[in-house]
């Protein structure tokens, strides 16, 4: 037991002080854009407050949940540190919240504002910024979000079950994991949104309405088309979504407008579809799917057994 303690008591030590160095790093790049930035364009008034507001978000106000934690991590007070850190957690979900919106106005204000354009380059020209941009720092208390969530999950496992210090580290491992399922929506929900819009630009026209709320995107990949009747196969591109599979070919190649586009030719929903594999247990010859809806049935091929396994798995899923 006493091997047990002192064990825990090492790693316990090491994580402590590793936290406490990678806090200190976070907090001097966190410096960078509240000092250089934020309070500067305060006083000078170059952006409108309502423009300051979106694009830095609550980043002041983790700066200075960042620096009282430093303060309870520099004296050893482990507990009530996290405790009242753990009280402005939040303001991690807030700022993923309001991410998007503030990259969309910042490149706004770049275009627009010559003054903040010049403001900007001067700023991020000084040594302490060691050649990095506002736009590289702007994501760090998400990036710090997800060490949080390693550091005070290894401080939990190395400390005496029994402790008033382990309730308190429980409690904060639970806010952190659920403040990070938070932050992740968020960001699934960006992420399919963004390729929602791009499956939207590539497809010709406005016919085949890709943005529908609650959609979601799973794949896509070109696979041959086995036509009924011994006609050739047709290689064309599919879009796998939550509840529609979109077929597609592309346009000629000499088009003056979409030349780079794709032509839709089929939506399928999937709420009535039945998938089966015809074969495709040999490596060597890939295999082909069926896929059975009311009015239609089609039949798929690929020379890469993976790559048709695969499709299986994702549209089994999908259709499930």
Request: net charge positive; charged share 25%.
């Amino acid at each position: 037991v006493e091997d047990q303690r002192a064990r825990w008591e090492r790693k316990r030590s090491r994580t402590a002080k590793e936290l406490l160095e990678t806090e200190h790093k976070y907090l001097e790049q966190l410096d960078l854009v509240v000092t250089y930035f934020v309070t500067i364009l305060k006083a000078k008034g170059t952006l409108k407050p309502a423009v300051l507001e979106t694009v830095f978000g609550p980043l002041e106000s983790i700066y200075s949940a960042s620096h009282v934690l430093s303060f309870h991590l520099e004296r050893g007070n482990l507990g009530p540190g996290l405790e009242s850190f753990c009280q402005n957690l939040d303001l991690y979900g807030h700022y993923a919240e309001n991410l998007e919106q503030a990259n969309k106005t910042l490149k706004e204000q770049l275009r627009k504002n010559k003054s903040f354009r010049r403001f900007k380059k001067l700023q991020e020209s000084r040594p302490q910024f060691q050649g990095r941009e506002l736009e590289d720092l702007l994501p760090l208390p998400l990036q710090r979000l997800h060490q949080y969530k390693h550091f005070f999950r290894d401080l939990l496992e190395n400390t005496s079950p029994g402790s008033a210090e382990h309730l308190k580290l429980a409690k904060a491992v639970k806010f952190v994991s659920e403040i990070s399922q938070w932050v992740q929506v968020i960001t699934e929900k960006r992420e399919n949104s963004l390729q929602l819009f791009r499956v939207q630009k590539l497809l010709k026209g406005q016919k085949t309405q890709v943005l529908t709320p609650g959609r979601w995107y799973i794949r896509e990949g070109w696979l041959l088309v086995v036509p009924s009747k011994g006609e050739e196969l047709k290689r064309r591109m599919f879009f796998l979504f939550s509840d529609i599979l979109i077929a597609a070919k592309p346009c000629h190649p000499l088009h003056p407008l979409n030349s780079h586009k794709l032509a839709c030719q089929a939506v399928y929903p999937l709420h009535q579809c039945t998938v089966d594999k015809v074969f495709g247990h040999t490596r060597s010859q890939g295999g082909l799917l069926s896929l059975s809806f009311p009015h239609k049935a089609l039949l798929l091929m690929s020379s890469d057994q993976q790559d048709i396994n695969d499709w299986y798995q994702s549209l089994t899923a999908a259709v499930r």
